[in-house]
Each structure stands twice: as structure tokens, then as C-alpha cells.
């Protein structure tokens, strides 16, 4: 399919079509539903002296450092339309003809400024336009009052995925490193430019190799799907667009979890999944009480009447499986977006059985350690393994999500259910290694971040390890989520962390 492949008539202007997830998650941002997805990095800038920078340097050689990353992986210099004619979306890249157009690109994209009191969540209610030939990611660099900088780079989710983000940031340091720390000077008027048009990369499917047309559509004799879908209430009483929890468990808490993964023959995104769906159910309960009246009594309805957990959304990385331009530092690059994403259902007797919720005392029984592993574990795990995750399964997907784009209904989305994403372990990843918080470096990466702009009743749950703890991203419409319902699900998921490393006892 050579519209998902980048050409160019003249030499100058390349440009290709947008295809499946990439084009679903932009359609989505048309939506508000993960607009400004951005990762960043809390980072400590100082010479090899322990001068801290100045922010005239700064900015120097953040631009340095940003102008030799566009020529690295020209894909953070697209351009996007949307043609609603058609729901289609396209991606330019234009080969830059002289400082002229490298200047009026930075100037556009390249955002430094004071952070501002509640920046954590604040920053997400930005909004910008990405639909008629704009540059739609942006590298946004705020100063905190400690001195250090969150480096952040933004845009629809579409445009960049969630390890990708963190990537190239890793580049970014490693430039800002060599420049402040090392005193190495870069020197941009060497750059060739023209020459990063061969690291153009062509949509996800056309990478992995396969013929689209061989691959048979999967056949539809799925169950009937009866899912927990509690009704919701609107947050009145809100000073931002999205509410947030950064929950992030210790290197000794992590630590205990990996080894539990392995000693019963299953992995962290399968573990955490499993925790993050008993809290999330848990919560919403939690909340129906403090609400109680007719919300409690529907919200006890609906749970009762489920026969499944659902999951409209699970993410994962799929860029490692491709057999070429798996990476920005492949001859032929890679594409900036190579997440693929599935439904994921359990047994919801299993859940609640699990909980152990009591609609008489309005109190919860938890399951032991034992029994979560066993019986909890086991059922998410069979969850994960029904979709086919190989790359003929992600082609299929592939083309299923291509048609979603083209006849999305934002309606879909109000629903009080969670999605996942699971970014990673930076550390296995090699990602930031050298500026790790206790390093020598003069350049430190204190930490990570992950955030996103879903204004439905969706959960999100961005979950990642950096430094030895996981974190987990705990990501709302503050319209429909309050502080106490936030409170809610941060105490449940600790509380089902700890009854899955056996720190606390469930009774039965």
C-alpha cells in the first residue's frame, strides 16, 4: 500500500497516509480523548564543575540539541492534516532549505517557560491546532522551582507513543549531557540536510513485512459481552480538565513483585493489570457508598448483573517485534507510533469473589495472597493470552482500528471502564542509565512522567519502571472524577499491591 509509505514528487515535500492505530489515536484527539499525550523527564542540568545552567545556555543548547534530533528522527518535524471528507490523515515532512525554515520550525515548536503552580495537571489543558498542516508534537521545557527542568515532549497521542517519548528524550539528554557537562560543541551548519528523508518510516503494518490481503479477517463467534458498567456522576467542583495520581511503589516494594512474577511463571503487566482491575472495581464501589441513595443502588445493580471485567483498551509496544526499522537508529528509522492495542475481558465472578464485597455490612473481604495469585493471576493471565499478539494478530488489528478511524463515535468512550498502557522497564531498556538519580553524573534524570489529556469516565493507568520502582499514572476527566473517588482508587490499588507481595493479608 504505497499511500502509507513516504514519497515525494519533488525532492522536498514527502508525505504519507496515517493508518490504524496511529490514525484512531489522532482521531480520538480530534475528540479530546488522549489529546496532549506527553512524556517527560525531571532532569538536573549542571556543568562538569557543579555549576547549575543558565537558562540562557539552556535554551542554546536545547535548540542545538532539538535541531540535531530532527535530523536524527525527522518524524518529530511532521506536519498533519485531517481530511474530514474522508476521516483520513495525513503526514508531511518538508526537507528544510535553510536556517530560515530550521528557525521558524523551532520557534513553532520548541517552548521554554517557568512552570507554573499545578503544572503536574495544569499543562494538560493546553490545547493547540494539529489538523490543517500544523507541526502537532511539541518539546515543551519548564523550570521548576528547585532548579532543575521537565523536559516534555506533547502531542496527539497518534503522533508518538509512550516508550517512544521516553527515547527520545533519552537522545535529548544525552545531547544536553554532551553539550553542558562535556563542553562538546555540535555544529549544526555540518548537518546534510535531505539526508534524513531515508529514515522516513512507513506505517506500522508495512513494516512488519506482511501482505495485509493474505492475513483473513478474524471470525466474530465471540460471547455475548455483559460487562461491570457502573453509572457515573459529574464532578461539579473542578479546577482543571484532568485529575491525576502518580502512585509509585519503592524499589523494595518492585522488587518483591518481580520476583512473585516469576516465581509464579507470569509477568508485571500481567500482575499489575490484575491488581489495577480488582482496585478500579473496588473504588468504584467505594465511591457508590460515599455517594450512596440511587447512584449506590444501580452502581450494586450493575456490578451484580456483570458476568465481565472488560477492558476496552490494552497497549503494548510492538515495535520490537518488527524485522526492520524497529529503531530511530535503523538506516531507515522507524515510525514514531508503534503501539498496538486490544480489548482484554475476564470472569467477573472471579473479580468479585476476589473483592469480597458485602452489600449488607457495605464492607470488603479481600482474597489472600494465595488466592490472588492462583485464581486472580491465572484469569487475567488467560485474558492476555486470547488475543493474538504475533504480527499477523497486530495487522489484523491493524486494519479493524483503520475502519474504527474512519467511523468513530466519541459516545463510545463514556463509559466508567479501564484502559492500561505498559510502557516498560527503562532500566532493562538502557534508558537513561548513565543519569540514573544516585549516578555521578552531573546530569541527573530524577524521574519520569507520563500524562494525558481523557476528558470520558474512562481510567487510565500509564504504568512504567524507572530507577527500580514502578509508577503508576493514574489518569481521569476531572469532570468525572472527584478528589474522593481519586483517594479511593489510590488506597485500593496500595492495598492490592501489598495483599499480592504479602505484606498485607486478605482473610480468605
Known amino acids: 500500500m504505497a499511500a502509507y509509505t513516504f514519497s515525494s514528487s519533488d525532492g522536498k515535500t514527502y508525505k504519507r497516509n496515517l493508518f490504524g492505530f496511529e490514525a484512531l489515536c489522532n482521531t480520538y484527539a480530534l475528540h479530546d480523548f488522549l489529546l496532549s499525550f506527553t512524556g517527560s523527564a525531571e532532569?538536573?542540568?549542571?556543568?562538569?564543575?557543579?555549576?547549575?545552567?543558565?537558562?540562557?545556555?539552556?535554551?542554546?543548547?536545547?535548540?542545538?540539541?532539538?535541531?540535531?534530533?530532527?535530523?536524527?528522527?525527522?518524524?518529530?518535524?511532521?506536519r498533519m492534516t485531517y481530511q474530514p471528507e474522508d476521516a483520513s490523515w495525513t503526514v508531511y515532512y518538508n526537507v528544510p532549505s535553510g536556517l530560515?525554515?530550521?528557525?521558524?520550525?523551532?520557534?513553532?515548536?520548541?517552548?521554554?517557560?517557568?512552570?507554573?503552580?499545578?503544572?503536574?495537571?495544569?499543562?494538560?489543558?493546553?490545547?493547540?491546532?494539529?489538523?490543517?498542516?500544523?507541526?502537532?508534537?511539541?518539546?515543551?521545557?519548564?523550570?521548576?522551582?528547585?532548579?532543575?527542568?521537565?523536559?516534555?515532549?506533547?502531542?496527539?497521542?497518534?503522533?508518538?507513543?509512550?516508550?517512544?517519548s521516553m527515547i527520545l528524550l533519552n537522545e535529548l539528554v544525552g545531547l544536553l549531557h554532551g553539550q553542558i557537562a562535556e563542553s562538546v560543541s555540535i555544529d549544526l551548519k555540518g548537518i546534510k540536510w535531505g539526508e534524513e528523508t531515508a529514515r522516513l518510516a512507513s506505517t506500522g503494518f508495512v513494516v512488519t513485512g506482511l501482505d495485509m490481503e493474505s492475513?483473513?479477517?478474524?471470525?466474530?463467534?465471540?460471547?455475548?459481552?455483559?460487562?461491570?458498567?457502573?453509572?457515573?456522576?459529574?464532578?461539579?467542583?473542578?479546577?482543571?480538565?484532568?485529575?491525576?495520581?502518580?502512585?509509585?511503589?519503592?524499589?523494595?516494594?518492585?522488587?518483591?513483585?518481580?520476583?512473585?512474577?516469576?516465581?509464579?511463571?507470569?509477568?508485571?503487566?500481567?500482575?499489575?493489570?490484575?491488581i489495577f482491575a480488582l482496585a478500579q472495581a473496588e473504588a468504584v464501589l467505594s465511591s457508590a457508598m460515599a455517594i450512596g441513595g440511587s447512584h449506590f443502588t444501580s452502581?450494586?445493580?450493575?456490578?451484580?448483573?456483570?458476568?465481565?471485567?472488560?477492558?476496552?483498551?490494552?497497549?503494548?509496544?510492538?515495535?520490537?517485534?518488527?524485522?526492520?526499522?524497529?529503531?530511530?537508529?535503523?538506516?531507515?528509522?522507524?515510525?514514531?507510533?508503534?503501539?498496538?492495542?486490544?480489548?482484554?475481558?475476564?470472569?467477573?465472578?472471579i473479580f468479585r469473589e476476589a473483592i469480597g464485597f458485602s452489600f449488607d455490612e457495605k464492607s470488603f473481604n479481600p482474597c489472600n495472597e494465595d488466592r490472588f495469585w492462583k485464581l486472580v493471576i491465572k484469569e487475567m493471565a488467560s485474558a492476555h493470552q486470547k488475543p493474538q499478539k504475533d504480527l499477523a494478530g497486530y495487522v489484523?488489528?491493524?486494519?479493524?482500528?483503520?475502519?474504527?478511524?474512519?467511523?468513530?463515535?466519541?459516545?463510545?468512550?463514556?463509559?466508567?471502564?479501564?484502559?492500561?498502557s505498559s510502557i516498560g522497564d527503562f532500566d532493562r531498556l538502557g534508558l537513561f542509565t548513565p543519569y540514573l538519580p544516585h549516578s555521578a553524573s552531573p546530569t541527573k534524570v530524577h524521574r519520569v512522567l507520563f500524562r494525558a489529556r481523557p476528558l470520558t469516565p474512562t481510567m487510565t493507568n500509564i504504568f512504567y519502571q524507572y530507577d527500580g520502582q514502578l509508577n503508576c499514572s493514574l489518569l481521569a476527566a476531572a469532570q468525572w472524577y472527584s478528589p474522593l473517588e481519586m483517594d479511593h482508587l489510590e488506597a485500593a490499588l496500595r492495598k492490592w499491591y501489598d495483599i499480592a507481595i504479602g505484606i498485607s493479608g486478605g482473610s480468605h
Open 43 to 78: 532532569v538536573q542540568l549542571e556543568d562538569a564543575f557543579g555549576t547549575p545552567v543558565t537558562e540562557e545556555r539552556l535554551f542554546s543548547c536545547l535548540r542545538a540539541a532539538w535541531i540535531v534530533l530532527r535530523f536524527r528522527v525527522p518524524g518529530v518535524a511532521f
Open 100 to 164: 530560515d525554515d530550521i528557525d521558524d520550525w523551532v520557534r513553532q515548536t520548541l517552548i521554554v517557560r517557568a512552570a507554573k503552580p499545578g503544572w503536574l495537571v495544569g499543562d494538560l489543558d493546553e490545547k493547540w491546532e494539529f489538523t490543517h498542516g500544523e507541526y502537532p508534537l511539541r518539546l515543551v521545557v519548564s523550570k521548576l522551582e528547585n532548579g532543575r527542568y521537565v523536559l516534555s515532549l506533547s502531542g496527539p497521542h497518534g503522533m508518538m507513543d509512550g516508550r517512544m
Open 215 to 274: 492475513i483473513p479477517k478474524p471470525s466474530c463467534q465471540e460471547q455475548a459481552l455483559v460487562p461491570f458498567l457502573p453509572p457515573f456522576v459529574e464532578n461539579e467542583v473542578r479546577q482543571n480538565d484532568v485529575t491525576m495520581r502518580l502512585v509509585v511503589f519503592d524499589s523494595a516494594r518492585t522488587s518483591t513483585l518481580r520476583d512473585k512474577c516469576r516465581e509464579n511463571h507470569t509477568t508485571v503487566t500481567v500482575a499489575v493489570d490484575a
Open 299 to 349: 452502581t450494586i445493580d450493575a456490578y451484580n448483573k456483570a458476568l465481565h471485567w472488560f477492558m476496552p483498551l490494552s497497549c503494548k509496544d510492538q515495535r520490537p517485534s518488527w524485522p526492520t526499522s524497529s529503531s530511530i537508529h535503523h538506516p531507515h528509522g522507524t515510525t514514531l507510533f508503534g503501539t498496538d492495542g486490544f480489548a482484554l475481558q475476564a470472569n467477573l465472578d
Open 396 to 420: 489484523q488489528r491493524e486494519r479493524e482500528k483503520q475502519e474504527s478511524s474512519k467511523t468513530f463515535d466519541p459516545s463510545s468512550m463514556m463509559v466508567k471502564l479501564p484502559i492500561s
